[in-house]
T-cell receptor
């Protein structure tokens, strides 16, 4: 939605690494958030980038390039519980979400 | 902190009936957002408030939808009359400053 693009689905095996890309229109940009949403539950906050570069939080890292309108979320040492939808959200005063990337972790 | 509280958790109603969804924000959060989520359209922003004032309601689908925030502790989203295509999960989310959005558990609405 609102020109925030991310892949629909990604599949990876337990223990592997997956990178979820997000591109967005740069106008009015204040910051970028990543959320995780398990089926039937509310989205929960994972990470926040306002400046260029990499933010690391345990197994999850997020990268931002403001000039390119590009971010990625990196999930390392995948676990079965990481199977969920991952939502990229842009803060333009109002928070606008991408359609989400469904990550399927297989044994 | 009890988090964002939404009620009811589930609502099943017949077409044409009025539906009222409720949200209590986290204390101290001065921005409140109403979203609707469906498989087809994802998470859509309907309306948001800053300091109880509606700032942008461009996402409200039509006049059947209305939202109010009479004070800093309470907001409602009303659909009158409801239609089957309004069936979705409705989320309320709040935040303050540069903090992330905090979501309530949502209301799953089914209109038959």
């Amino acid at each position: 939605g609102q020109n925030i693009d991310q892949p629909t689905e990604m599949t990876a095996t337990e223990g592997a690494i997956v990178q979820i890309n997000c591109t967005y229109q740069t106008s009015g940009f204040n910051g970028l958030f990543w959320y995780q949403q398990h089926a039937g539950e509310a989205p929960t906050f994972l990470s926040y980038n306002v400046l260029d570069g990499l933010e690391e939080k345990g197994r999850f890292s997020s990268f931002l390039s403001r000039s390119k309108g590009y971010s990625y979320l990196l999930l390392k040492e995948l676990q079965m519980k990481d199977s969920a939808s991952y939502l990229c959200a842009v803060d333009r005063g109002k928070f606008q979400f991408g359609a989400g990337t469904q990550v399927v972790v297989t044994p | 902190d009890a988090g964002v509280i939404q009620s009811p958790r589930h609502e099943v109603t017949e077409m044409g009936q009025e539906v009222t969804l409720r949200c209590k924000p986290i204390s101290g959060h001065n921005s409140l957002f109403w979203y609707r989520q469906t498989m087809m359209r994802g998470l859509e922003l309907l309306i948001y408030f800053n300091n109880n004032v509606p700032i942008d309601d461009s996402g409200m689908p039509e006049d059947r939808f209305s939202a109010k925030m009479p004070n800093a502790s309470f907001s409602t989203l009303k659909i009158q009359p409801s239609e089957p295509r309004d069936s979705a999960v409705y989320f309320c989310a709040t935040q303050t400053g540069n903090s992330p959005l905090h979501f309530g558990n949502g209301t799953r609405l089914t209109v038959t």
